[in-house]
């Protein structure tokens, strides 16, 4: 241990925290090789003896270096070096709200862009407001970004993006940290980084590109559940409205694809959730009704799968999602950018 303070730095000049230089030093050492794995680090009273610190400078520096997994307590031993193939200095958390194909395009192209100089936890929360709350305060000091897709469940399982509650947890982490994902907040201040979907106006005006092929079709169908293990933002409902209204076109909201549905010709469905659209497809077959030709059938959120199977599709670009909120962070950029959304015809309608 005595070896290991020789390459501690702490500069009195500078302005940075001195637990922030204690963790900095540390991890420049462990990427140097000067402390290596399962290697024993002073007591928090014999660093801050050394160094002339407050004891709660020393005990905040390790524990976020706790947080991040760089050393480990051991019960009546002391504190050791936990890993040597170190996490960069950029580390950041990526709490997604579920765990889905479209979601993973997004974390896979931030993944992709952000560059082997950081290392970035994914966390699911399921839209569970109260984990959220204790992930983002259990890691409220640990990590250099936040990147977060806000999107919960009421009670009665409908969509909220924001509550009140995770709105005071989010305004208590450094804004300049903070990346909002695949949604927004109006009245939050503009010094973090935003990229979302504006889901209102974009079915409206994804639909809005094709609308000369589906005025075609005498009823369209919006296949929205009200109430979802996942729920989705009602300003779907209201863009998707908007567009029937403003064109005149007969339409009714159904909360799934029910068994037996009855499907008329000339009948276009929009669905959400995978699981309709496969049961929309399956009913169409035992109908013996072709898709493209008898009814229409547009799916929410593209996917490989979709594209193989030739399913016409009103899509945000996940793939600009992730590689827009890397480039942000990498190039220390802050503001709000709206991700494209498009209408992708194919063969299903």
């Given at each position: 241990?005595?070896?290991?303070?020789?390459?501690?730095?702490?500069?009195?000049?500078?302005?940075?925290?001195?637990?922030?230089?204690?963790?900095?030093?540390?991890?420049?050492?462990?990427?140097?090789?000067?402390?290596?794995?399962?290697?024993?680090?002073?007591?928090?009273?014999?660093?801050?003896?050394?160094?002339?610190?407050?004891?709660?400078?020393?005990?905040?520096?390790?524990?976020?270096?706790?947080?991040?997994?760089?050393?480990?307590?051991?019960?009546?031993?002391?504190?050791?070096?936990?890993?040597?193939?170190?996490?960069?200095?950029?580390?950041?958390?990526?709490?997604?709200?579920?765990?889905?194909?479209?979601?993973?395009?997004?974390?896979?192209?931030?993944?992709?862009?952000?560059?082997?100089?950081?290392?970035?936890?994914?966390?699911?929360?399921?839209?569970?407001?109260?984990?959220?709350?204790?992930?983002?305060?259990?890691?409220?000091?640990?990590?250099?970004?936040?990147?977060?897709?806000?999107?919960?469940?009421k009670e009665d399982l409908?969509?909220?993006?924001?509550?009140?509650?995770?709105?005071?947890?989010?305004?208590?982490?450094?804004?300049?940290?903070?990346?909002?994902?695949?949604?927004?907040?109006?009245?939050?201040?503009?010094?973090?980084?935003?990229?979302?979907?504006?889901?209102?106006?974009?079915?409206?005006?994804?639909?809005?590109?094709?609308?000369?092929?589906?005025?075609?079709?005498?009823?369209?169908?919006?296949?929205?559940?009200?109430k979802a293990i996942y729920?989705?933002?009602?300003?779907?409902?209201?863009?998707?409205?908007?567009?029937?209204?403003?064109?005149?076109?007969?339409?009714?909201?159904?909360?799934?694809?029910?068994?037996?549905?009855?499907?008329?010709?000339?009948?276009?469905?929009?669905?959400?959730?995978?699981?309709?659209?496969?049961?929309?497809?399956?009913?169409?077959?035992?109908?013996?009704?072709?898709?493209?030709?008898?009814?229409?059938?547009?799916?929410?959120?593209?996917?490989?799968?979709?594209?193989?199977?030739?399913?016409?599709?009103?899509?945000?670009?996940?793939?600009?999602?992730?590689?827009?909120?890397?480039?942000?962070?990498?190039?220390?950029?802050?503001?709000?950018?709206?991700?494209?959304?498009?209408?992708?015809?194919?063969?299903?309608?």
């Amino acid at each position: 241990m005595s070896n290991m303070m020789k390459y501690i730095k702490i500069d009195d000049e500078s302005r940075v925290p001195k637990y922030q230089q204690i963790i900095d030093s540390i991890i420049h050492n462990i990427s140097e090789e000067n402390l290596t794995m399962g290697q024993k680090i002073p007591s928090i009273n014999m660093f801050s003896e050394e160094f002339y610190l407050s004891r709660d400078t020393v005990e905040k520096a390790y524990s976020i270096l706790k947080d991040r997994n760089i050393i480990n307590a051991i019960r009546g031993k002391g504190y050791y070096i936990n890993r040597t193939k170190l996490i960069s200095k950029t580390n950041i958390l990526f709490l997604v709200n579920k765990l889905s194909s479209y979601k993973m395009r997004t974390y896979n192209a931030f993944i992709n862009s952000i560059g082997p100089n950081t290392h970035t936890d994914l966390v699911i929360y399921h839209c569970d407001e109260s984990l959220f709350l204790n992930l983002l305060d259990k890691n409220k000091a640990a990590y250099d970004y936040y990147v977060i897709m806000p999107h919960f469940k009421k009670e009665d399982l409908s969509h909220t993006s924001f509550t009140d509650n995770v709105i005071k947890a989010i305004k208590k982490l450094p804004q300049e940290k903070l990346v909002i994902l695949d949604n927004y907040k109006p009245v939050m201040d503009s010094n973090h980084i935003e990229i979302f979907q504006d889901f209102e106006n974009d079915i409206y005006n994804a639909l809005k590109e094709g609308v000369s092929k589906i005025k075609q079709y005498k009823k369209i169908m919006l296949v929205y559940p009200e109430k979802a293990i996942y729920p989705y933002p009602r300003r779907i409902l209201h863009g998707f409205r908007k567009f029937c209204v403003e064109f005149k076109l007969d339409f009714e909201i159904l909360d799934e694809v029910f068994d037996n549905i009855i499907i008329k010709k000339n009948d276009l469905f929009i669905t959400i959730e995978e699981s309709d659209l496969v049961n929309l497809v399956k009913q169409a077959k035992e109908d013996e009704l072709e898709l493209g030709k008898d009814i229409g059938i547009i799916s929410y959120n593209d996917t490989p799968l979709k594209d193989l199977l030739g399913i016409t599709v009103i899509s945000t670009d996940f793939d600009v999602m992730g590689r827009t909120t890397a480039d942000m962070i990498l190039n220390n950029k802050k503001g709000r950018v709206r991700v494209p959304f498009n209408l992708i015809e194919r063969e299903s309608h």
